[in-house]
């Protein structure tokens, strides 16, 4: 058996120089940025593989990262890229391989890899930090809602574990620390929290399909906060976005119902807040930990019937807000779900990660 470690980033080398230890014979390292020679026998290969996901989803990227230029424009540019990366990466994803283990597999550079690796016989691994604390996601079907997660209640009613989860959260880390260590004005004594996701991250651009960026989702609460004024809608910018959004601080300061709060731990914000309302993020997994009722809008693998309520459109939206009363919070249903995660399907973050990996990669290329 032989499995390649396909690092996007240097930072994914340095992970998989530390994994490749645990068996050198095993693990082949490479850093495909560094690969210029191009193969051009994939030419031959190339009506069989389907670039266009990889296409859009860059044409996406751009788009929100750096201006929102016509497709049409930007369309020649990214088919020239991604065939590009196909004729980089072709031999690179040898058929000698029997697994790709790689981060995310959402981008485009990782969709390329993923179509050639498909192409060839050669079965991709996913990884990605998360969902609970001190946790990684290690997966042979994919990340966020395309995980292996059961989507089944009955999975979840029927699962059995007696052990504790975790009650606390690790915060993250923020990419501009000055917009985090605002005055702390105090909190409304009832409050829905609203985490604010990355306009270029998957979750938005692949995994949300009505509401594709975060002015959006405030133009969403906003208009809520107008026809349901019993409510007040405590909103936190991600940590790891660099978009600033002075225009939607200043339309919650003239509003008398939205706030934001950057300057809490986001734990801080989950405990005391009534509801969250999220796209998909992390952060609604995490609410479930102390026992809230989660909103969710876009795809998500916890979007699933007695754990959380998942929504469509603005109208579903109003009407679950209206009908909270009536929504009783399933605790043992949603600890199953939890522990299962915990306990089940994520990997620990401690001295045995890089040997759990390995069992893990070896389990699955049986």
């Given at each position: 058996?032989?499995v390649l470690l396909f690092a996007i980033r ?224 405590v909103l936190k910018e991600h940590p790891s ?95 199953n779900f939890l522990k299962y995660l915990y ?24």
């Amino acid at each position: 058996m032989k499995v390649l470690l396909f690092a996007i980033r240097s930072s994914h080398k340095k992970f998989f120089i530390r994994l490749k230890k645990e068996d050198s014979d095993f693990f082949d390292i490479v850093l495909p940025k560094y690969r210029l020679l191009l193969s051009f026998k994939a030419l031959k290969e190339l009506h069989r593989v389907d670039l266009k996901p990889a296409i859009k989803f860059a044409i996406e990227e751009f788009r929100v990262k750096v201006a929102p230029l016509p497709k049409s424009m930007l369309g020649l540019y990214f088919n020239t890229l991604a065939l590009f990366h196909y004729l980089r990466y072709y031999s690179l994803i040898d058929k000698k391989y029997d697994a790709m283990l790689l981060w995310n597999g959402g981008k485009c550079r990782q969709r390329i890899a993923i179509e050639i690796a498909k192409l060839k016989g050669v079965k991709s691994i996913f990884f990605e930090n998360g969902l609970l604390p001190n946790r990684l996601v290690l997966d042979a079907k994919g990340i966020n809602a395309d995980n292996s997660v059961p989507r089944e209640r009955s999975f979840f009613d029927a699962y059995q574990n007696s052990l504790n989860l975790p009650n606390s959260l690790t915060p993250r880390r923020a990419k501009n620390k000055r917009k985090f260590e605002t005055s702390l004005e105090p909190l409304p004594k009832q409050f829905i929290f609203v985490p604010f996701q990355v306009d270029s991250d998957t979750q938005i651009i692949t995994n949300s399909k009505w509401i594709k960026n975060m002015k959006f989702f405030f133009d969403i609460i906003e208009q809520i906060s107008r026809e349901l004024t019993s409510y007040h809608f405590v909103l936190k910018e991600h940590p790891s976005s660099s978009r600033n959004y002075p225009d939607l601080h200043k339309r919650a300061k003239e509003s008398e119902y939205i706030s934001f709060a950057n300057g809490y731990p986001t734990q801080e914000l989950i405990e005391k807040s009534d509801v969250v309302i999220t796209i998909n993020s992390t952060v609604g997994v995490e609410s479930l930990l102390f026992k809230k009722r989660v909103i969710v809008l876009g795809s998500a693998f916890y979007r699933i019937d007695g754990i959380t309520k998942g929504v469509d459109n603005i109208d579903a939206l109003i009407d679950t807000l209206l009908n909270l009363d009536n929504w009783i919070f399933e605790e043992r249903l949603v600890d199953n779900f939890l522990k299962y995660l915990y306990y089940d399907y994520l990997i620990e973050k401690d001295e045995h990660l890089y040997e759990n990996f390995y069992k893990f990669i070896k389990k699955v290329n049986k």
